[in-house]
């Protein structure tokens, strides 16, 4: 009778493990991670810009930008405020867009309630995408004058600093922001194929025509552009990274062999196999070499089987402990890669570990790092380690998510946040006057529920300084690879 129980509870056990796939369940979980998934999806509500919808859930936001594109004759209202001022910066919007469809293609399976929030969140950063490419061999890439936004602190409802538009054609090309533009429709395309054909057939379309705009135009948009776009967001990797990031992405939405031959031919000549290990916003060659490995891993193309090699080397240089780990950590055990906004590298890492331990529990396959083998399961504890942190397991007892735990930042340095919302003080707040909320040591008046900053120095310590943008700046590129991890987090605790 024991045994006959025991095959019984064995059988349950093996049928819910077969339910999930090759997203397993472990546990007890540290955090709350459903929790956090929903407001790390939030979030980006309250970095809209334009006109908001009934829907909207972040009420101390309001329409904002409702003539940005005017000076130019389109409309390049909606969009996302990349972090805490109020310019649309393209390329960091673009892989804002790019990472949050790719967290819903890899995860959106297990999101349940959240999963629509996530496609909203998805197709507001699409719909900005498909005006900004609107008409043929132009992308308009920025919308504000950065420098003299930066000079004010206002509401993004008052601002009234220059709403100037920046683009990039064939006189001024830009194949890195085009093509990293095109990976994000051509994401968003597959994101929409099932619960809305007729709005993805229209993305691929445009992702087509974008790359080859990038590909037959090339250059790097902070070339001519270094006035407008750098320091902010200057393209230091080139633009090679993007092309081949970009036809990643429309081998996957569109399976037209030419993309997989364009791999195939230009592959080593875009940096297939650069040793450049940090993932974010500017450089996408190791977000290109999961994604590409995945046609081998899981879809058997043979062609891209060098693919997984590359993927290996940067997945290794990630592992403690292995001849190869490349990867400086702090002492509370956080991975640290630069000073300015690190939490974007813990996050976009921490989402290519378990996106590609799920490749390769799939395949059944491990990665050899100098010698010693590393299973999916490592992978998956080395990013729940990094999210873990991330929610408050770290020296501080800090939750660098806000509204997420007990000790979470308060004074955030993002304008909106700390200054008081249109409905407490309808009044305008001028350029100049606005100042005294960023000086302000009084906690931000609006709770901008998960967002994610910056992030503590390398001694694991965060002042919560709104002034120190470094550390106290949320920003899109955080959050978005986050929902992903999160999504997976919560499913394999059992949370979803």
């Not at 683009?167 to 994000?184: C, I, Q």
């Not at 309808?426 to 992030?455: D, E």
């Amino acid at each position: 009778m024991l045994m006959a129980l025991l095959r019984l509870l064995l059988a349950v056990v093996l049928l819910h493990h077969n339910a999930a796939a090759a997203l397993p369940h472990h546990g007890p979980a540290k955090h709350d991670y459903r929790d956090a998934l929903a407001k790390s999806i939030l979030f980006f509500e309250g970095q809209r810009s334009g006109k908001l919808p009934p829907s909207q859930r972040v009420s101390w936001r309001r329409d904002s930008g409702l003539s940005d594109g005017s000076s130019v004759k389109v409309d390049l209202s909606g969009g996302y405020y990349d972090a805490g001022d109020n310019v649309k910066f393209g390329f960091p919007l673009a892989f804002s867009a790019t990472m949050l469809a790719w967290s819903v293609l890899e995860f959106g399976g297990v999101m349940k309630g959240e999963l629509q929030h996530a496609r909203d969140a998805v197709r507001w950063g699409s719909d900005y995408l498909l005006k900004a490419t609107s008409h043929p061999n132009t992308v308009y890439v920025q919308v504000g004058d950065a420098s003299k936004d930066h000079a004010c602190w206002e509401r993004p409802e008052d601002m009234d600093t220059p709403r100037t538009v920046y683009k990039v054609d064939p006189g001024t090309p830009g194949s890195d922001v085009a093509a990293e533009t095109a990976a994000a429709l051509a994401a968003a395309s597959l994101v929409f194929r099932k619960s809305d054909p007729a709005y993805a057939s229209r993305l691929v379309a445009r992702a087509k025509r974008v790359f080859e705009f990038a590909d037959k135009h090339r250059g790097t948009y902070s070339t001519k552009l270094s006035a407008y776009v750098c320091p902010y967001y200057c393209s230091y990797s080139g633009y090679q990274d993007e092309l081949l990031w970009g036809a990643a992405w429309l081998h996957r939405a569109t399976k037209n062999p030419t993309y997989l031959s364009y791999i195939k031919v230009n592959g080593q000549i875009l940096g297939a196999d650069e040793q450049d290990n940090t993932f974010g916003w500017d450089n996408k060659h190791a977000g290109a070499r999961i994604l590409i490995s995945k046609s081998f891993l899981v879809h058997k193309v043979g062609a891209l089987q060098e693919y997984k090699g590359h993927a290996d080397s940067f997945i290794c240089s990630m592992v403690p402990g292995t001849p190869t780990d490349q990867t400086q950590y702090t002492r509370g055990g956080l991975l640290f890669k630069l000073s300015d906004s690190n939490m974007q590298y813990v996050t976009s890492s921490s989402f290519l570990l378990l996106t590609y331990a799920k490749y390769l529990a799939f395949s059944k396959k491990t990665v050899s790092c100098g010698g010693a083998t590393v299973t999916p399961h490592r992978l998956r504890a080395i990013a729940r380690r990094q999210v873990d942190y991330l929610l408050g397991s770290n020296p501080m007892g800090m939750s660098y998510m806000v509204g997420y735990g007990a000790k979470y930042p308060r004074k955030l340095h993002h304008r909106a946040s700390s200054l008081p919302s249109v409905a407490a003080h309808p009044r305008k707040i001028g350029c100049s006057q606005g100042f005294t909320g960023l000086y302000s040591g009084a906690p931000n008046p609006n709770v901008h529920v998960g967002a994610v900053v910056g992030g503590p120095n390398q001694n694991d310590q965060f002042p919560d300084q709104r002034n120190d943008y470094e550390h106290s700046e949320p920003a899109t590129y955080i959050n978005a690879p986050l929902v992903g991890a999160l999504a997976y987090l919560a499913h394999s605790s059992a949370q979803l």
